[in-house]
């Protein structure tokens, strides 16, 4: 085997950054550049290995020696990350905000960050374009992997080293099996944890113990480099968000990966020839801290400007970022890789110690609460998240093994129920009002939800949320209704456009969703308005047939910004958040055309009435976020308390008419 420096692995760790960087600076053409990730994930299983059984076959394998490598090569570079980002938070984030980064900072410090920000994907998950520690995710699942990985090559390699080739292939296959299963079920859970990525490390592995035949020609190492090349870079041009990924997908850069490093064994394949050019062996020199450092400074200049960057500001942020990572790879990283600069008694005493007062750091941050009057700021806005207006007892997602939907009682609580409201997340966004509204009439009601599921009967959500399907919800809240005829009355509510239009909006994260019919009624090739149409007429009837008043709540203005920190840092630098990034009434108007179209629909055909909370929130043609620097919403799309209490006069003409009915 020859561990002899190869430029064109430098050149492939530059193809990698550079589509990470391109990919979260929101470069268009770069879509499917977070394959990046998985390319460094073979890249490093193959030299880490290679070291190891070098170490292994002539009996000078250690596991301090191994351990103090992984210190001089991560610790460094991420520390001073780590620095930067405390300083950088302690400024910009609110106190919410910033106690969530306390939290992160611990988790990244004991390198458990993938475990942190795989916990907290969930539904109202904060938009990871304020996770300045986010990618480190990353670097948690190689040092999980590396913890036990030196240790089972050694006993491989001592008592069973004729069935290594095997107990590694099949490892790697079991890991590979289970990615693709939980992929498809669970995809932010296979992305995130270290046993369903362990297979991309372990590609790179038994490449480097030589399971592979050697190559027979310069003939087949060109044409094998090339098939590695097009693996590799393809899906960096082809993949979205949207893509299932990891699973299947992720097998084609990964074995692109490894079939560039097994074609490159020479140095003179095309590939590794072209991979060897100095600019690109620049970056991949430069490469670990550049993938350090790119994503907090996009994320925090971003977030300080709020709205997206123009091209020549973009691209001033990458020179600027690449500027950087060169400076923290010469001062930083390099000379850290010497047992010059330091012996390795003091190597692990600055490891130990850096990670120790990162860990102090984190806890302080994260116990004070974010320091809500550090620097003489005051937090902005109420945090919601903690709320018991939020209604988090009632999500049917929320709960274990539900059979049935899990009602809250809102509005007059001494009075029988006479009304229901259900569907999504949005339902808790209008929670406070109904409560207000229908309290203040003396008629009380039932509440509902489950998060991602609107109320669209028989048409199932993609991606999948929760444990209980939407299709389950809905034909829950229907056998509600049949036991409990007193409930005369059913509203319901949900983020109705993005399943109109099948696309998030503006800077909104995560995949677009869509639908298919659980029924198969609906044509093959049928639109997501088609769907739309047809689910919500299925849940019309079904809920007119028993004899029940609906009522349909109109969507609220999306904003496509998490609305608290725009609105946070805006105030801080003198900016007006609704001049910054309220949407006007006409961008509204376009944007739920459709939605509104349908709506009227349903209006004339069934007699319904329809609520529009929204006509509170947009005046003067615009549609606002804030008022008196008091946040409207809590997110992106959900309304906040005060959000709520402001629309409630919305729902006082329903109430006042079921209070009259009532008597």
Same mark, same amino acid.
């Given at each position: 085997?020859?561990?002899?420096?190869?430029?064109?692995?430098?050149?492939?760790?530059?193809?990698?950054?550079?589509?990470?960087?391109?990919?979260?600076?929101?470069?268009?053409?770069?879509?499917?550049?977070?394959?990046?990730?998985?390319?460094?994930?073979?890249?490093?299983?193959?030299?880490?290995?290679?070291?190891?059984?070098?170490?292994?076959?002539?009996?000078?394998?250690?596991?301090?020696?191994?351990?103090?490598?992984?210190?001089?090569?991560?610790?460094?570079?991420?520390?001073?990350?780590?620095?930067?980002t405390v300083a950088a938070c302690a400024v910009l984030y609110n106190a919410e905000k910033f106690k969530d980064f306390g939290k992160s900072v611990i988790a990244t410090a004991l390198f458990v960050s993938?475990?942190?920000?795989?916990?907290?994907?969930?539904?109202?998950?904060?938009?990871?374009?304020?996770?300045?520690?986010?990618?480190?995710?990353?670097?948690?699942?190689?040092?999980?992997?590396?913890?036990?990985?030196?240790?089972?090559?050694?006993?491989?390699?001592?008592?069973?080293?004729?069935?290594?080739?095997?107990?590694?292939?099949?490892?790697?296959?079991?890991?590979?099996?289970?990615?693709?299963?939980?992929?498809?079920?669970?995809?932010?859970?296979?992305?995130?944890?270290?046993?369903?990525?362990?297979?991309?490390?372990?590609?790179?592995?038994?490449?480097?113990?030589?399971?592979?035949?050697?190559?027979?020609?310069?003939?087949?190492?060109?044409?094998?480099?090339?098939?590695?090349?097009?693996?590799?870079?393809?899906?960096?041009?082809?993949?979205?968000e949207s893509t299932t990924f990891p699973g299947l997908a992720a097998l084609a850069p990964v074995l692109g990966a490894a079939l560039i490093l097994f074609s490159g064994t020479d140095g003179k394949s095309l590939v590794a020839r072209f991979l060897s050019i100095s600019p690109l062996v620049f970056i991949g020199q430069i490469s670990y801290s550049l993938y350090l450092w790119h994503w907090p400074l996009i994320i925090f200049v971003k977030y300080y400007m709020i709205t997206p960057m123009m091209p020549v500001e973009l691209g001033l942020l990458i020179v600027l970022t690449i500027l950087i990572s060169a400076l923290s790879w010469r001062f930083v990283e390099t000379p850290f890789r010497s047992k010059q600069f330091l012996s390795t008694r003091q190597i692990f005493a600055f490891g130990v110690s850096g990670m120790m007062l990162m860990l102090m750091a984190g806890g302080t941050i994260f116990y004070y609460q974010g320091f809500p009057e550090r620097l003489g700021l005051k937090a902005l806005a109420k945090d919601d998240k903690k709320d018991t207006w939020l209604f988090e007892e009632c999500n049917i997602n929320s709960a274990d093994n539900v059979k049935a939907i899990i009602p809250c009682k809102v509005g007059d609580k001494t009075q029988t129920p006479s009304f229901i409201i259900l569907g999504d997340s949005h339902v808790p966004t209008y929670g406070k009002a109904v409560h207000y509204s229908a309290a203040k009439n003396g008629v009380s009601g039932i509440l509902t939800y489950a998060n991602g599921c609107p109320t669209l009967l028989d048409m199932v959500r993609h991606p999948a949320y929760g444990d209980v399907s939407c299709v389950e919800y809905n034909h829950m809240a229907l056998s509600y209704l049949k036991e409990h005829p007193e409930i005369h009355t059913t509203i319901l509510a949900s983020r109705w456009t993005i399943w109109v239009e099948g696309t998030l909006y503006k800077q909104e994260g995560g995949k677009n969703p869509y639908l298919t019919d659980a029924l198969n009624e609906a044509?093959?090739?049928?639109?997501?308005?088609?769907?739309?149409?047809?689910?919500?007429?299925?849940?019309?009837?079904?809920?007119?047939?028993?004899?029940?008043?609906?009522?349909?709540?109109?969507?609220?203005?999306?904003?496509?910004? *998490?609305?608290? +920190?725009?609105?946070?840092?805006?105030?801080?630098?003198?900016?007006?958040?609704?001049?910054? =990034? @309220? %949407? #006007?009434?006409?961008?509204?108007?376009?944007?739920?055309?459709?939605?509104?179209?349908?709506?009227?629909?349903?209006?004339?055909?069934?007699?319904?009435?329809?609520?529009?909370?929204?006509?509170?929130?947009?005046?003067?043609?615009?549609?606002?976020?804030?008022? *008196?620097?008091? +946040?409207?919403?809590?997110?992106?799309?959900?309304?906040?308390?005060?959000?709520?209490?402001? =629309? @409630? %006069? #919305?729902?006082?003409?329903?109430?006042?008419?079921?209070?009259?009915?009532?008597?």
């Open positions: 085997m020859n561990l002899s420096y190869r430029k064109d692995i430098d050149g492939l760790r530059a193809i990698s950054v550079l589509a990470v960087l391109f990919n979260h600076a929101g470069i268009g053409w770069f879509s499917g550049g977070y394959i990046g990730v998985d390319i460094f994930f073979v890249i490093s299983g193959y030299l880490i290995t290679s070291i190891i059984y070098r170490e292994i076959q002539s009996n000078q394998f250690s596991l301090i020696r191994f351990y103090e490598r992984r210190i001089r090569r991560i610790l460094s570079a991420l520390l001073g990350v780590l620095v930067f993938n475990i942190n920000f795989w916990k907290e994907a969930g539904y109202f998950d904060g938009p990871s374009q304020l996770k300045p520690l986010l990618h480190t995710w990353s670097l948690a699942v190689e040092e999980q992997f590396y913890i036990f990985y030196p240790l089972f090559m050694f006993v491989i390699y001592r008592y069973a080293r004729k069935l290594a080739p095997f107990i590694l292939t099949g490892t790697a296959i079991l890991s590979f099996g289970f990615a693709v299963h939980t992929t498809l079920n669970n995809p932010s859970t296979a992305f995130y944890l270290s046993h369903l990525r362990a297979w991309e490390l372990l590609i790179g592995g038994m490449l480097a113990l030589n399971f592979c035949p050697a190559l027979l020609g310069r003939k087949y190492s060109n044409l094998i480099g090339l098939a590695g090349l097009a693996l590799t870079t393809v899906p960096i041009f082809l993949y979205t044509p093959a090739n049928a639109s997501e308005e088609y769907l739309f149409t047809l689910g919500l007429e299925r849940t019309i009837k079904a809920i007119l047939e028993l004899d029940r008043n609906l009522i349909l709540v109109a969507p609220l203005p999306e904003i496509g910004y *998490d609305v608290p +920190s725009a609105n946070f840092i805006a105030s801080q630098t003198g900016r007006d958040i609704n001049k910054v =990034i @309220a %949407p #006007s009434l006409e961008e509204f108007s376009i944007r739920n055309k459709k939605t509104f179209a349908i709506f009227n629909s349903f209006k004339e055909k069934y007699g319904i009435q329809i609520i529009e909370p929204w006509k509170i929130l947009c005046v003067k043609e615009q549609c606002r976020v804030a008022i *008196d620097g008091t +946040s409207l919403y809590r997110d992106d799309d959900h309304l906040s308390i005060f959000g709520s209490e402001l =629309i @409630a %006069p #919305s729902f006082d003409p329903l109430f006042e008419t079921i209070k009259q009915a009532n008597k």
